[in-house]
C-alpha cells in the first residue's frame, strides 16, 4: 500500500512539472512548421552549442538554457524548442517569471521534429 502511494505521488509530480505554466502557449512541431516564416516571432533553441550543431531549425537562434534570456524582445512572441520539449518548458517558465507574455513552447522538440 506505502509503495502505491509512492508511485502515485511520483507519477503525479512528473505529470505536475510536465504541466506548461499558465500564460504559456504550446504546440507540436507541425504548427511550428506554419508560423517558422513569422517575422513578429522569435525562435530560440535553448539545447547546448553541441547538440544546436549536430541539428538545428535555421530560424532558431541558440541560446542555451541558462543564458541571459532578459535581452530577448518583449514586444515579439518568443517559441522556444530544445531537444525533448522539457528545457524548453523550464525556459518558459524562466521568461514567464521576467515578465514575457508571449510564450510558445514546442512539445517534442527536436526529437519530435520532422522538416
Known amino acids: 500500500m ?12 512528473i505529470a505536475w512539472r510536465m504541466m506548461p505554466a499558465k500564460g504559456i502557449q504550446s ?10 516564416n513569422d517575422r513578429d516571432k522569435v525562435f530560440i533553441d535553448v539545447r547546448t552549442s553541441g547538440e544546436y550543431k549536430g541539428r ?3 530560424q532558431f537562434k541558440n541560446i542555451p538554457l541558462g543564458s541571459d534570456f532578459s535581452k530577448l524582445p518583449k514586444d515579439k ?13 523550464q525556459a518558459c517558465k524562466q521568461l ?7 510564450i510558445t513552447n514546442v512539445r517534442g522538440g527536436m526529437s519530435a521534429w520532422r522538416g
Open 27 to 36: 504546440i507540436s512541431t507541425e504548427q511550428l512548421k506554419t508560423i517558422l
Open 56 to 58: 538545428n531549425i535555421r
Open 96 to 102: 514567464k517569471k521576467l515578465g514575457y507574455q508571449k
Open 77 to 89: 512572441e518568443i517559441v522556444v524548442i530544445c531537444q525533448s520539449g522539457m528545457r524548453s518548458s
Open 2 to 13: 506505502e509503495i502505491a502511494v509512492i508511485i502515485v505521488l511520483v507519477v503525479a509530480f
